[in-house]
């Protein structure tokens, strides 16, 4: 659980006093990397004594495993009740952002949670976009949920998830004011911290890039490349005809662009199955299953600098994640979905 040792590191600096961005915890080396604000959070952390926090978390992110679960049948339109819902749980643990997620300690499932929560509230619901903004004040890569609202129309949403958002730097900077400037103005850009951008850690687009241009820094090769994908993505999710395909297509977007998604970033698995099998697409869905419990990217050498001198045939092995994601762009371009027909009676029924 080294995530989760990063994560107590925080909270200690935040009720110590201590250098927010100057340390590094475990054999990696790693450092805080999060707005102040997900630091504020992560202080009840340090109430626990370590083995018992680990124990926290991994009960914790079990249950928000279920919760993940429960919100993605409801994105499905396909509400799944206890006897069911206790297996998918069981089953989804072996998807393998899932379970790197828990063997992290990572906060993956909970920001997950908290869109879908958000996004699949009715229309109009009093503070809707509120938890998405709070969601993005923890990880900034949430706030592409807020550009897709803006592209739907969804502007009061939009603007209260803005809101909820502002809140979170305000706080930030109103009780840690000297770390807030320093990640505002500089923390912010340096990527580097986070990690190496080409390792097959690293899921995203720039990764994927990286690994088969055999460089560690693509620059250009991978920039304009994730400007077009993320102009296509958000205009295929916003054009999308179904809510759960706009969900799920901003979801994939943003693991697309962002400069690193490690593979636990990719929880999105667990919605996606659940809409593929509730649109019978059994065959789709097994596949989609397949790739994500596969762990392809741990089998290939990539200790040291291996990762960046992997031969072509391997690449798609080092890279299923971003290659899925672009798939799934290609194929909302290609065939658009037309509304599920139980969806369509369901609604005429509640109208009625």
Not at 21 to 35: D, I, S
Not at 120 to 148: E, M, S, W
Not at 206 to 234: C, E, M, S, T, Y
Not at 297 to 303: G, K, N, Q, V
Request: with cysteine.
């Amino acid at each position: 659980m080294a995530d989760l040792l990063v994560y107590r590191a925080e909270g200690a600096a935040v009720s110590h006093g201590g250098d927010l961005y100057g340390f590094t915890v475990t054999e990696w080396r790693l450092p805080a990397t999060y707005p102040p604000f997900a630091a504020i959070l992560f202080v009840p952390a340090t109430w626990l004594p370590l083995p018992a926090l680990k124990a926290a978390f991994l009960a914790g992110n079990a249950l928000l495993l279920a919760v993940l679960v429960a919100l993605s049948a409801r994105l499905a339109s396909r509400p799944l009740p206890l006897p069911l819902l206790c297996p998918c749980t069981a089953l989804a643990l072996w998807l393998e952002p899932v379970f790197q997620t828990l063997l992290f300690g990572q906060i993956n499932l909970a920001l997950a949670c908290l869109v879908l929560w958000d996004l699949t509230r009715p229309p109009g619901t009093r503070t809707k976009g509120l938890a998405l903004g709070l969601a993005t004040g923890i990880k900034l890569t949430p706030a592409v949920f807020v550009v897709h609202l803006l592209l739907r129309g969804d502007r009061r949403e939009a603007a209260t998830a803005a809101a909820g958002f502002t809140a979170t730097v305000l706080l930030g900077a109103l009780l840690l004011p000297s770390a807030s400037a320093e990640f505002w103005t500089g923390r912010l850009y340096e990527t580097g911290r986070v990690g190496k951008a080409w390792i097959v850690d690293n899921q995203s687009l720039q990764g994927l890039i990286a690994r088969a241009l055999h460089d560690p820094a693509p620059g250009f090769a991978w920039l304009l490349p994730a400007v077009a994908v993320a102009a296509a993505g958000l205009c295929l999710a916003a054009r999308a005809r179904q809510d759960s395909h706009g969900i799920l297509l901003t979801a994939f977007t943003a693991l697309l662009i962002s400069p690193i998604s490690w593979s636990h970033h990719w929880v999105w698995c667990v919605p996606l199955l659940a809409v593929l099998l509730a649109e019978g697409r059994i065959r789709l869905a097994a596949l989609t299953a397949a790739l994500f419990t596969a762990r392809t990217l741990w089998l290939l050498p990539h200790e040291g600098a291996r990762d960046l001198h992997l031969p072509w045939w391997q690449q798609p092995l080092a890279s299923p994640y971003p290659l899925l994601g672009l798939a799934l762009l290609a194929g909302a371009a290609l065939f658009p979905a037309q509304p599920v027909p139980s969806a369509r009676i369901s609604s005429a029924s509640t109208i009625r």
